[in-house]
């Protein structure tokens, strides 16, 4: 093992390249890996790794309240996919969706964790997404036990 101290080298050293933002290291994990909260979705979802994922495939996701255990099953298949879904979450913690518009907006963004279920091409039918959406709430009965009204 070689050990170098910087000083000797210091005049051999250039600069190759000033990143455009802080290095956070918020690269994509994988569909199969993401498992955010709001408040990481919030930072993560503008920075380039993340949105090339998001918005360029179809998918059933799920929101889980770590307060209470309950679920939300949702899909996403309209412009921006997943990409387009998420940041109306963020935008206003219920993306528009009925059982999820009477909770505080504060507790979505204390409470509330994001990750991916099914992934699919861009290109797949949405009545696949749907038929999978549907699937996945009668597995998890989020109907039942969550935040699913339909």
């Given at each position: 093992m070689m050990i170098r101290n910087a000083a000797s080298v210091i005049d051999e050293c250039e600069i190759s390249q000033l990143l455009p933002d802080t290095f956070d290291?918020?690269?994509?994990?994988?569909?199969?890996?993401?498992?955010?909260?709001?408040?990481?979705l919030k930072r993560v979802i503008e920075k380039d790794t993340w949105k090339t994922a998001l918005e360029n495939q179809k998918g059933v996701y799920l929101l889980t309240d770590i307060s209470n255990g309950k679920q939300y099953v949702g899909s996403a298949y309209g412009e921006s996919m997943i990409l387009g879904r998420w940041r109306s979450y963020i935008r206003n913690g219920h993306g528009g969706n009925i059982g999820l518009i009477p909770i505080n907006f504060i507790h979505i963004q204390e409470n509330f964790r994001f990750s991916i279920l099914d992934i699919y091409k861009s290109t797949t039918d949405d009545l696949i997404i749907i038929a999978r959406e549907n699937w996945w709430k009668q597995i998890l009965q989020s109907r039942r036990f969550g935040y699913n009204e339909n």
């Open positions: 290291n918020d690269l994509f994990p994988g569909y199969d890996k993401v498992n955010v909260s709001w408040k990481e």
